[in-house]
């Protein structure tokens, strides 16, 4: 006899598997309507997506976005915050094929920009699990929301995620159309995976079968087709989650040349991690196909025709700048003289200290007191009671972004005005500019606020 969990949790499965399967509008439980928008968090910082969550009406929370999920969870702690009730449930197979228990929380709403989703059943996970980037993510928004009926799409440019019914949505003009095969789950598990969505991807002259994988960033390889595809490893520590929470740790990478997916070149320079999917037939997916593939473009996944659309982005303008800030609706943001209530100086490299005394009796000489490039962040006293996080990044007299330059992150949690910080020579000659603001700071290694930098692009 199944448990009172487990029959809920199939329960839950089978009617998000009916509603997705026939519901033309949308799915039960969504607020009215036929479109719904949501800012996303970090989208310039081109990793997993992330939005903020109101649960049962308290926080906001950030949650991951991962369309392979087959239902949304909430942590452990949470659960325990907001006096969830949960219960033991069934059994799921991680990548490894290894079979955990789960429980299951119900929730009485997720709100997320102007959508409100009500009665879900989810999982809940341990604690930090879903992690990323020095963000705390208390959940993940899965397939119950991210609905098979629904065309779901995101641009980093806007800094915002969308949802829509077949009759909200409008195609993009000048798109490139991935098309996809679904490859339904047939392992034996209480909670099956969601359906691969197989697209045909040509890596080093050879075609190989690749799931499109909306919730991870790098894309992975059998490591068996690495010669093959002709990828040269190289050392690199990483780590890939399943959409269940399950860390794998990796050691190596492999680099390709150009990857084409239909009318997508990937340049060459992609890093793939090990593929090792044991819950799939070997001969069935040969990997997946990221969202560091498709960074270059915003993205609309037509779930129902079977269909990925992209959107090549365009270079910032001032007006794309100010929109994206504006997508939080804060008046404070709006007010500030400048783009993200910060104010931005850089001294070039060889320039005396600002508090130098310069010219003392008995002191050093100008020149033993020159130094490398040296940027001051102030923020605006308009601001001051917000927490902000702002990315900044290097542009030339044009306006265009400086090549090889890699973007700031500011963080300025509320009590912190100002910050000064070193940089690398290589920033000489070049403009300092906000380009996104967030009321969703990172902690910094020793408290207050910090400076640090992403990857060069």
Known sequence: ??????????????????ASACVIGAPPGFSSGDSWSFPLVGPLEDGVLVTAVFVNDKGPYLFAIDPDAPLSSVDAGLVGELDLYASNAGRYLDEADRGHPTRMAEVKSFR??????????????????????????????????IADSLVFGFDRDAGMGYLATK?????????????????????????LPVSRRLTTASIGGHNYDMHIDLGAVQSQLRPGLWKEAQLSAVPQTGSSIDEFGTRRVTNAAGVAGPITIGALTVPAGE???????????????????????????????????????????????????????????SAVLTACAQP?????KLEPSGAPPAEAPGGDVGGPA??????????????????????????????????????????????LPTGVDTLTEGLDPSFDGSILRVVDVSPFVRTCPNGGGCIFQLAAP
């Open 1 to 18: 006899m199944r448990s009172n969990g487990l029959a809920r949790l199939l329960g839950a499965l089978a009617i998000s598997v009916a």
């Open 271 to 329: 890093a793939l991690l090990p593929y090792d999917d044991r819950r799939w037939e070997e001969q069935s997916i040969d990997g997946t196909i990221g969202l560091g593939a498709f960074r270059d473009y915003g993205v609309w996944a037509d779930w129902d025709r079977e269909k990925v659309l992209l959107v090549r982005r365009a270079p910032d303008t001032a007006q794309t700048i100010k929109g994206r800030i504006d997508r939080w609706g």
């Open 112 to 145: 997320l920009g102007n959508l409100t989703v009500r009665n879900r059943k989810v999982f809940a996970t341990e604690v930090g699990v879903f992690a990323f980037n020095g963000r705390q993510i208390r959940g993940v928004l899965g397939r119950d929301v």
């Open 167 to 191: 009759k909200g949505f409008v195609v993009p003009q000048g798109a490139i159309t991935i098309g996809y095969d679904n490859l339904a789950a047939r392992m034996e598990s209480d909670v």
């Open 340 to 344: 993200g209530c910060v104010d931005i």
């Open 366 to 411: 100008p020149t033993e007191r020159r130094r490398g490039a040296v940027v001051q962040i102030t923020r605006d006293p308009l601001a001051k009671e917000l927490n902000l996080e702002a990315v900044v990044e290097a542009v030339d007299a044009s306006g265009a972004r400086v090549p090889n330059l890699p973007r700031l992150i500011v963080t």
